[in-house]
Structures are given as structure tokens and as C-alpha cells.
């Protein structure tokens, strides 16, 4: 007799059961609605590219958590870890066969094979949307609204946007001195909320010196409301720019769309990664502020 095989899950992967399969198909059903009343339209990437595209030339954290391997051709494969760097290949590859301005939505299982806890598993859906092809107020905002009715459409009572341009930041930098420390200042102001003032701080002293630190702790400080902050933002980063303007655009379309209650400028919201340029968000629930960020993104 042969021997039984044991059913289970790889660890860090699930199976989903009829009602939690209903529930979560309803809630992109209903993510998909809100994003197609914005103008955007679906797309589908392969879940197999190849290595060096997904990681390009550099190693770092990211090329640990991948699922690679090489496939019965002996071709250098792995599995994608996001939605983003895929996008950014199908762009290169079809933008002759596309319009511009291009909106997209892409709505797909990702993998990462990092540690897992409580809510982060190494298989996951992913929600994306994107416009290709206008750097403008007006396509930053459309985001901003995205967000917003997406929210809405999924019932959740409050919420936050916070927002930030990374241009105002870089400005900071450079007129502190410390512009080619960016990545690891970046880095560790976008953990202020995991690891605290006090180890920020001591990080930040690390890379840049005590006084430079304290320049960073004082701009990346909110809570003076969007148009105070944003004064002193400007103020401290060397005066009157276009991404302190864009900005200030950004807010004048959510009041005006009755989105000013949901909007806050957040100095220390930076977006890790240092391929983003300009406008970043992050959002936040007002009942769950200890999940963190449930829609998170910005221009790049």
C-alpha cells in the first residue's frame, strides 16, 4: 500500500474557503468599479519574468525575498514581488501599441519570499492603478480621488491620505548638505512610525551628524494643519518652489471635491524607495491606525 500523503499549505500561503473567497471577490468587484469609473483600464502581466528584469543590476533586500530559479531552459527566472516593475516592462514593451496619457489597473496575486507575521503572508493580492504619460496636478489628484472612492466603495467609515512630494524633500536635503546621504535618510525617516523618535534620531545622527539630524526631525514635523506645514516645508527647504506649488494644487482640487477632511500633509511620509520623484501618499485608517498603511504609492 502506498504511503499517504499528508495534506498542507506551504507556510506563508492559504487557501481561501467559499465565504472568504465571496468576500474578498466582492471587494474587488467593487475596486474594480471604482476604478473604471476613473478612466482605467485592466491589463495582465506574466506571474514569470525574467531575473534580470525584475531586479535589474542591483542585489540588496528585495533579490532575498524573490522566488527564483532556472526553468527546464535554463533561463534565469523568478516570480514577480510586485506589480510595478512588470508594469514598467509592459510599458516599454507596448507603449507603440498605447495612448498617453495611459491608465491602468492590474489586480493580481504577487509572492515574496520574506519572513512571515501577523497579516503579511508570501503569497498576496496586489491593487494597482497608474497614469503613464502626464506629470501634471491634475493626474496627482486623480489618485488622491482614486484612493478616496476606493475607500468609500469598500465601506471603511475614516480614513487619511497623508501626502508629500519628494521634490520639496530632495530640495531640503541639498540645502542641508547632505543630498548624497538621500537613500539612507529616506529610508530611515520612512520607519519614523515603526521604530519611534528617539531611534530615528539616533539613526539619522549616524548618517549625517547630530545637526544635520535635528534639520531632518525639524522638517519632517507635522501636525500644524496642510497649509502651516506646508509653509514651513518650503520655508526650511530654500523657499518657493513648483513641488511645494504642485502641492498646494493638489490640495486646492480636494477642497474643492470636498476631500479637504481626508487629506493631510505628512513631511515624514518619504516612500522608502528612491525611485520615487514627486507626490507620495500613504492612507491610513482612522479606527486600525496600528495596521498601517492600506494604499500606499506615488509618482515615479
Given at each position: 500500500?502506498?504511503e499517504?500523503?499528508?495534506?498542507r ?10 465565504d ?16 473604471r469609473?476613473?478612466?482605467f ?5 506574466p ?11 542591483a ?13 527546464n531552459?535554463?533561463?534565469d527566472?523568478?516570480?514577480?514581488f510586485?506589480?510595478?516593475v ?30 512571515t ?6 503569497e ?6 497608474d497614469?503613464v504619460?502626464?506629470?501634471s496636478?491634475?493626474?496627482?489628484f ?17 480614513f ?11 530640495r531640503?536635503l541639498a ?8 537613500v ?24 549625517a551628524g ?18 502651516a ?20 494644487s ?20 518619504t516612500?522608502?524607495l ?11 485608517l ?15
Amino acid at each position: 500500500m502506498a504511503e499517504l500523503i499528508q495534506p498542507r499549505v506551504l507556510k506563508g500561503f492559504r487557501d481561501y474557503l467559499p465565504d472568504a473567497e465571496i468576500e474578498r471577490a466582492s471587494l474587488v468587484e467593487s475596486l474594480v468599479g471604482v476604478f473604471r469609473g476613473f478612466g482605467f483600464v485592466p491589463i495582465d502581466t506574466p506571474v514569470l519574468e525574467y531575473a534580470e528584469i525584475l531586479l535589474g543590476k542591483a542585489g540588496g533586500e528585495t533579490e532575498k525575498q524573490v522566488y527564483r530559479f532556472s526553468d527546464n531552459g535554463g533561463r534565469d527566472v523568478a516570480m514577480r514581488f510586485d506589480l510595478t516593475v512588470p508594469f514598467a516592462r509592459f510599458m516599454a514593451e507596448h507603449v507603440g501599441e498605447l495612448y498617453l496619457p495611459f491608465r491602468r489597473y492590474h489586480i493580481a496575486k504577487v509572492w515574496r519570499g520574506e519572513n512571515t507575521q501577523r497579516g503579511r503572508y508570501r503569497e498576496f493580492m496586489q491593487c494597482d492603478f497608474d497614469i503613464v504619460g502626464a506629470d501634471s496636478a491634475t493626474a496627482d489628484f486623480d489618485i488622491v480621488a482614486t484612493i478616496a472612492s476606493s475607500m468609500r466603495a469598500l465601506g471603511v467609515p475614516g480614513f487619511k491620505i497623508h501626502l508629500n512630494h519628494r521634490g520639496v524633500f530632495n530640495r531640503f536635503l541639498a540645502k542641508a548638505g547632505i543630498a548624497e546621504r538621500s537613500v539612507g535618510v529616506l529610508r530611515v525617516v520612512d520607519k519614523l512610525s515603526k521604530i519611534g523618535m528617539d531611534e530615528t534620531r539616533r539613526l539619522l545622527a549616524e548618517l549625517a551628524g547630530t545637526s544635520a539630524s535635528d534639520e531632518v526631525l525639524e522638517f519632517i514635523r507635522g501636525g500644524d494643519g496642510f497649509d502651516a506645514t506646508l509653509e514651513r516645508m518650503t520655508r526650511i527647504a530654500g523657499g518657493p518652489n513648483p513641488d511645494s506649488d504642485r502641492l498646494e494644487s493638489i490640495a486646492a482640487m480636494a477642497a474643492a471635491c470636498g476631500l479637504a477632511e481626508s487629506i493631510v500633509l505628512a513631511p515624514n511620509i518619504t516612500r522608502g524607495l528612491d525611485y520615487y520623484t514627486g507626490a507620495v501618499c500613504e492612507t491610513f485608517l482612522d479606527g486600525m491606525p496600528e495596521i498601517g498603511s492600506v494604499c500606499s504609492g506615488g509618482r515615479y
